[in-house]
């Protein structure tokens, strides 16, 4: 069902900060910051050759990053991101399977324009999956 790696998420207090380290250490193309208002982050993404790295900063009073921030003040991995063709297909066969669909189970429109649904950790490996429409 999975396909490409679309990008692997890592959460931060100071995304001005990682992007300059990813910028000028590391020498990455890193984007501009972009609020996602809808999802409680404000993100920015390295280009790689064969993947991305998204950088989230919490933003708003309730974002989903907030308590993992408090966990690992350092920040650290927080999901990775596979793309399938068809998201409906995959929540539904998904859920068949038992896996649990995270917030209302239906996708939102996500950093890259396309849908996107996350899978709760505890069902992949301790790992927070993010699908995204290819
Ligand atoms: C910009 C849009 C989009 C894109 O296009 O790329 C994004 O990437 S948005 C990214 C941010 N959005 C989300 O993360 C949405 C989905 N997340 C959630 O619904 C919640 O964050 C969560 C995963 C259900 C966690 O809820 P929370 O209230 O923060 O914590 P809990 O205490 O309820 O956690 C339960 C359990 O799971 C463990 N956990 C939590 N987060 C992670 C994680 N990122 N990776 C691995 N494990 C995680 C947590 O430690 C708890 O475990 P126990 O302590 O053993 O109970
Ligand atoms: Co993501």
């Not at 708003?60 to 409906?88: M, R, T, W």
Request: with cysteine; hydrophobic share 40%.
């Amino acid at each position: 069902m999975i396909g490409r790696l679309n990008h692997v998420a890592i959460a931060v207090r100071d995304i001005a900060k990682a992007s300059e380290t990813y910028r000028a250490t590391l020498g990455a193309e890193v984007s501009d910051a972009v609020p996602q208002h809808a999802h409680g982050v404000t993100t920015v993404f390295i280009t790689l050759p064969n993947t991305k790295i998204e950088l989230l900063e919490p933003l708003g009073a309730d974002s989903p990053i907030e308590k993992f921030l408090q966990k690992n003040p350092d920040g650290g991995i927080h999901h990775i991101c596979y793309e399938v063709d068809d998201i409906i297909a995959a929540r539904d066969a998904l859920k068949g399977k038992g896996a649990r669909i995270l917030g209302d189970g239906e996708p939102k429109i996500g950093a890259h324009g396309k849908p996107v649904l996350f899978l709760h950790p505890k069902d992949f490996n301790g790992t927070l999956v993010e699908l995204e429409q290819a």
